[in-house]
């Protein structure tokens, strides 16, 4: 089991900027990547960024330039900083780990983007 705990959402004005942050417990060496998905209302939940344990990361179009994924392995964290914010990336983010006995969720920490 792996247990995803979502911090540093909140309310920032356009052009602003955010850091999230998911803190991982529990078997973390069966992680093999992690990642951040988003949903906002009405929409399916979509892939933001994604890095492996190698290291190798994967953005969503409309975030590429924007966003940074990262990992503190030491700190057993993964991060997502998020730049030059526009009204639509308001949603839920939503920190994934996959493993290798399946995917876990943390609850989700909201981001509002508005002025």
């Known amino acids: 089991q792996v247990q995803l705990v979502e911090s540093g959402g909140g309310l920032v004005q356009p052009g602003g900027s955010l850091r999230l942050s998911c803190a991982a417990s529990g078997s973390i060496f069966s992680i093999e990547a992690m990642g951040w998905y988003r949903q906002a209302p009405g929409n399916q939940r979509e892939l933001v960024a994604r890095?492996?344990?190698?290291?190798?990361?994967n953005y969503a179009d409309s975030v590429k330039g924007r966003f940074t994924i990262s990992r503190n392995n030491a700190k057993n964290t993964l991060y997502v900083q998020m730049n030059s914010l526009k009204p639509e990336d308001t949603a839920v983010y939503y920190c994934?780990?996959?493993?290798?006995?399946?995917?876990?969720w943390g609850q989700g920490t909201q981001v509002t983007v508005s002025s």
């Open positions: 994934n780990a996959e493993a290798d006995r399946g995917a876990y």
């Open positions: 890095i492996t344990s190698q290291g190798s990361t």
